[in-house]
C-alpha cells in the first residue's frame, strides 16, 4: 500500500488497485507516482507478464482529485508521467472497471488490452466543461475506436458513455455482473500468461502500430492541456465546480 495505491503480485500479475474509495478514487499527484513506479518495476522484470488495473468501492477512478491537481505543477507533471508510462508499457494491460471512470479513468482504458465493466459502469471525459482539453492521447484514439460521432458526444458534449453502449463502440471488452469482476479479470490475465510469451509480444506491437502518432500527440494534448489550465475559461470552470454552481462562459 503506498498513497491510496495498493500493489498485489501473484503467479506473474501485478495488480494496480486504486484505493481511495472515500473520494471515489479521486487521484493525487503521489497516487500518479505510485503507479508509475509500479508499472516501470513491472516492465523491468521478466518475470511479470501481465498487469490488471481496479478500484477500490464502488468506483473505478474519479479521475484527478481537483483540490490537489490545482495545488501547484506537481499534479499536472505527475499525471502525464504516468499517461506516459501507460502508453508506453510493453505488456498486456487488463482492466476492471465499476461505476463512475472519470477523465483519466476513462482515457487510460484506450491504452489497455482488455477492459471489462460491471453494468453500472459510466464512462465521462468531462474535460471541455472544465475548460481543457483531453489527455492521454484520447482526441486521436477516442475517434480511432468509437467512430468520430460517440468520440464527439464523449469529448465535445461530455455526455456519459454506459456500459452497453461503450461494449457497442469498442471501448470495453465485455460487461462482467459486479460479483464476477476482478475474478474476471484475473481469469483473463491467467490466460494471457499461459501464451507463448514471444508471439504475445509481438502481437500485441503489431496491433499497437508504430506508437510515435500516440505519442506525438500525447505530448501535443499535454502543452494545450497546460495552456488551457491558464485560461479564463478554465479559471471560471474550476471556481464554479468548487463553488458548485454552474458555469458562466463569455464568447
Known sequence: MSEGIAIIEEKGVVEIHIDRPDKKNALTAAMYRAMTAALADASSRSEIGTVIFAGKGDAFCAGNDLKDFMAGPQGGEAAF????????????????????????????????????????????????NLGIVPEAGSSLLAPATLGHAKAASMLLLGEPMDAETAD??????????????????????ASLMAKPP??????????????????????????????????????????????????????
Open 81 to 128: 508521467e504516468f499517461i506516459r508510462a501507460i502508453a508506453a508499457f510493453d505488456k498486456p494491460l487488463v482492466a476492471a472497471v465499476q461505476g463512475l471512470a472519470v477523465g483519466v479513468g476513462t482515457t487510460m482504458l484506450f491504452h489497455c488490452d482488455l477492459v471489462y465493466a460491471t453494468p453500472d459502469a459510466r464512462f465521462i471525459t468531462p474535460f471541455v
Open 168 to 189: 457497442r463502440a469498442g471501448l470495453i471488452t465485455a460487461i462482467v455482473p459486479a460479483d464476477r469482476l476482478l475474478d474476471h479479470a484475473r481469469q483473463k490475465a
Open 198 to 251: 514471444q508471439a504475445l509480444a509481438a502481437t500485441r506491437r503489431l496491433m499497437k502500430g508504430d506508437p510515435a502518432a500516440v505519442t506525438r500527440r500525447i505530448e501535443e494534448e499535454a502543452r494545450a492541456f497546460q495552456e488551457a489550465l491558464k485560461s479564463a475559461e478554465a479559471q471560471e470552470a474550476f471556481a464554479a465546480f468548487f463553488e458548485k454552481r454552474a458555469p458562466v462562459f463569455r464568447r
